[in-house]
Structures are given as structure tokens and as C-alpha cells.
């Protein structure tokens, strides 16, 4: 039982735009979001985080957004850069310490 | 900057053999996680700790078990490994919701 789903296993955006990562979720327990990003060889590093709260959370470059209703979130990356390739996890958790993560979108920024 | 090690990047093992995977992190954080990480399955909760000599099984804990006797060290234990277990394993720690992972080990069985 998948309770964190990330439907597209990958995903080709142009330097410069939009890149969105989405994210479908089925325990509406869940209290807490993160997104990681790992590159190959290494392990993944926190990228943003949002409570189940909030609707919308930015750092920079990145937003992620909740929408509680649908049990989706997603991660915009605006603009799109080449070092931004990499697999990119969700991740959320009930208040506890056990988190389920996604399986996985492999972000792929052409120059 | 938190630091989490693992003692290996790659280790490779014969099947039946006794497997120890070393993590130390260097924030004083309270809790400390294994995962294996495998294609299509993303990562996958082995075991996780949240205080010295506490632990608790994740969702997938059988043939694995683990150590915490300091704060900064967690060791997942493979007892006789097998094939199915060649994967790539990570340990994290964490304070509050954020987690901090290691490098990872990739770990092979033949």
C-alpha cells in the first residue's frame, strides 16, 4: 500500500522554465511534507518543507505547494537549471517519527 | 553543518555472511534512521532509533537488526546476508521534522 505516490517516474524540462514535480498522498494523517533532492552516489538533502497548515511554502527557487483537499503537493522550480538534475523525493509523516517517501521523480534540465 | 558518515560507500559480501553498517552523526540529534533505497520503490524504512539503546521496526525490518549504544552511532546488522538484501542502504538522523542524510553504502551480495 503506496501511502506517498509519485506517478512520474521522470521528467525533461528546458533550462529557464518551470519545472513541477508532483506528489499524491492517501493518509490524510499526514501533517508535515519535505521534498529531497539526491544526486547519483550521494544521499538526499532536505530541500523545503511544508506543514499541513500552510498551502504554500517558498524558498527561493523553490515553492512547494499542499493542497489538502485533493491529498497532492507539489514542488515548483523556477527558474529550471541545469544543476537542479537529480532525483527528487516527497516525503510526509503524521507527527511521528516514521516518514514514507515517495519513489521518486528524476528531474533531467536540458542546457 | 550536521555530518552524518557511514563507514563505507561500497562494501561487497558473500551470501550467509555477517554484514555490519556503521553511521555516526555529529549534531547530538535524538533519532537515527536506516533505509534502503532500490529503483522503482524509492526509500523504504528499515529500522529507526530515537534514543540510546531504543529502536523501533520500520516496514521492512526482517533480516535486519540494529545497535544504538552512544547517541552518535547506529549500526544496522545484517545476520547472514543474502542476495536480496544487495542494495543501497542510508542512514539519516534528525532533531525535528527535517532529516539529515549520509552519503549512503552501496552494498552488494553475492
Known amino acids: 500500500d503506496q501511502q506517498v505516490k509519485q506517478n512520474s517516474p521522470s521528467l525533461s524540462v528546458q533550462e529557464g522554465r518551470i519545472s513541477i514535480l508532483n506528489c499524491d498522498y492517501t493518509?490524510?494523517?499526514?501533517?508535515?511534507f519535505l521534498w529531497y533532492k539526491k544526486y547519483p552516489a550521494e544521499g538526499p538533502t532536505f530541500l523545503i518543507s511544508i506543514s499541513s497548515i500552510k498551502d504554500k511554502n517558498e524558498d527561493g527557487r523553490f515553492t512547494v505547494f499542499l493542497n489538502k483537499s485533493a491529498k497532492h503537493l507539489s514542488l515548483h522550480i523556477v527558474p529550471s537549471q541545469p544543476g537542479d538534475s537529480a532525483v527528487y523525493f516527497c516525503?510526509?509523516?503524521?507527527?511521528?517519527?516514521?516518514?514514507?517517501f515517495g519513489t521518486g521523480t528524476r528531474l533531467k534540465v536540458l542546457a | 553543518d550536521v555530518k552524518v558518515t557511514q563507514s563505507s560507500r561500497y562494501l561487497v559480501k558473500r551470501t550467509g555472511e555477517k554484514v555490519f553498517l556503521e553511521c555516526v552523526q555529529d549534531?547530538?540529534?535524538?533519532?537515527m534512521f536506516w533505509y534502503r533505497q532500490d529503483p522503482g520503490l524509492g526509500l523504504r524504512l528499515i529500522y529507526f532509533?530515537?534514543?540510546?539503546?531504543?529502536?523501533e521496526k520500520g516496514d521492512i525490518p526482517e533480516g535486519y537488526s540494529v545497535s544504538r549504544e552512544k547517541k552518535e552511532r547506529f549500526s544496522l546488522i545484517l545476520e547472514s546476508a543474502s542476495t536480496n538484501q544487495t542494495s543501497m542502504y542510508l542512514c539519516a538522523s534528525s532533531l525535528f521534522q527535517e532529516q539529515f542524510f549520509g552519503p549512503g553504502t552501496r552494498l552488494t551480495v553475492l
Open positions: 516525503a510526509a509523516t503524521s507527527g511521528t517519527y516514521k516518514y514514507i
Open positions: 532509533s530515537y534514543d540510546v539503546k531504543m529502536k
Open positions: 493518509n490524510s494523517m499526514f501533517d508535515y
Open positions: 549534531m547530538d540529534h535524538e533519532n
